[in-house]
């Protein structure tokens, strides 16, 4: 399965962006997805997931109640809106998928879960 992700940019605090991720295969429709992002200096880190039906879905703290995760099995894309943004949001975007698993389970937030990896896009908030 390959990944694109898209919809980065800058933007200023407070402002919102829709990141995308595309799957190559429609395979997709059975794998948990997740969005992970990683700031200069700093390793990895979860930020949401979503099972393959999308009525289940995980959310970071520091995003809770911001980014909503979603997705459209009919066009093997997940989404990422982004609102109310911070600048501590600055980072790469990475969306993953996990192929042994449709439903979220204890360690859906751990980027060891997931096989196959977008290229990442950026965001960055400026204050």
């Known amino acids: 399965v390959q990944l694109q992700a898209s919809g980065g940019g800058t933007v200023q605090a407070g402002g919102s962006l829709r990141l995308s991720c595309a799957a190559s295969?429609?395979?997709?429709?059975?794998?948990?997805m997740g969005w992970f992002r990683q700031a200069p200096g700093k390793e990895r880190e979860f930020v949401a997931a979503?099972?393959?039906?999308?009525?289940?879905?995980i959310y970071a703290d520091s995003v809770k109640g911001r980014f909503t995760i979603s997705r459209d099995n009919a066009k093997n894309t997940v989404y990422l809106q982004m609102n109310s943004l911070k600048p501590e949001d600055t980072a790469v975007y990475y969306c993953?998928?996990?192929?042994?698993?449709?439903?979220?389970?204890?360690?859906?937030?751990?980027?060891?879960?997931?096989?196959?990896w977008g290229q990442g896009t950026q965001v960055t908030v400026s204050s």
């Open positions: 993953a998928a996990d192929k042994s698993s449709g439903v979220l389970y204890g360690s859906s937030w751990q980027t060891g879960s997931y096989d196959y």
């Open positions: 295969r429609r395979t997709f429709s059975n794998y948990v």
């Open positions: 979503i099972s393959w039906s999308g009525s289940n879905t």
